[in-house]
């Protein structure tokens, strides 16, 4: 699995007007460079604008919770 390639490319798709553009235009091309899984590279084909916006809420909530989580330890 490469869930942390899954967190770059959606990080990247959040920074980059561009790039995001791109992965919402031609996912496979888009994410070409990255280790993916087959399964991985069929969920980015399903990324539409309007999910998009949650995906990348999902992971922000997930990193804030874990610097939470390590900022009590």
Same mark, same amino acid.
């Given at each position: 699995?490469?869930?942390?390639?899954? /967190?770059?490319?959606?990080?990247? $798709? %959040?920074?980059? !007007?561009?790039?995001?553009?791109? *992965?919402? /235009?031609? &996912?496979?091309?888009?994410? $070409?460079?990255?280790? =993916?899984?087959? !399964?991985?590279?069929?969920? =980015?084909?399903? *990324?539409? &604008?309007?999910?998009?916006?949650? %995906?990348?809420?999902? =992971?922000?909530?997930?990193?804030?919770?874990?610097?939470?989580? =390590?900022?009590?330890?």
């Amino acid at each position: 699995m490469s869930a942390e390639a899954i /967190r770059q490319i959606i990080r990247r $798709a %959040v920074a980059e !007007a561009r790039f995001r553009e791109a *992965l919402l /235009r031609d &996912p496979a091309g888009a994410s $070409a460079g990255y280790n =993916l899984t087959d !399964a991985e590279r069929g969920a =980015l084909g399903n *990324l539409t &604008p309007e999910n998009f916006a949650a %995906v990348a809420a999902g =992971l922000s909530d997930r990193a804030e919770e874990a610097t939470a989580t =390590l900022s009590a330890a």
